[in-house]
């Protein structure tokens, strides 16, 4: 008999788990395992005056199959209006380099910018 480590099914192909900033295909046991620690969800957070740039290892595909997976998701917390800006990138790479780059960009310029670029897309 197998264990449940063993079963797949086809939601299975949504799931990833990180070896070291590899993400790497896993059934849904393997990824709930691997998400009990934070280590192996959080990239990178940072404190910009009131705001907290959260950028995490999601590990559920939202491409949903659509081209490469997006399994990184990088977020601004404490913006007025209730916004909340989301970034989904593919690799740990993407994923740290943009958010480094928000936050040196909140740092230099402030978040007027980064709320200019967000009432421009919902406008559109």
């Not at 990833?16 to 393997?30: A, H, W």
């Not at 934070?38 to 290892?57: P, Y």
């Not at 999601?58 to 909340?84: A, Q, Y």
């Amino acid at each position: 008999m197998s264990s449940d480590q063993d079963i797949r099914t086809p939601i299975d192909d949504r799931f990833y788990r990180l070896d070291g900033q590899m993400p790497v295909r896993c059934t849904f046991v393997e990824y709930s395992q691997s998400m009990r620690n934070d280590a192996n969800r959080i990239v990178a957070q940072d404190s910009v005056g009131e705001l907290q740039v959260s950028t995490v290892f999601t590990g559920i595909d939202r491409n949903w199959g659509d081209g490469s997976p997006i399994l990184f998701e990088t977020m601004v917390l404490g913006l007025p209006e209730d916004l909340l800006p989301q970034w989904g990138f593919s690799t740990w790479n993407d994923a740290i380099t943009a958010h480094l780059h928000l936050v040196d960009s909140l740092t230099a310029h402030g978040v007027e910018p980064l709320l200019s670029e967000i009432r421009k897309k919902a406008a559109a």
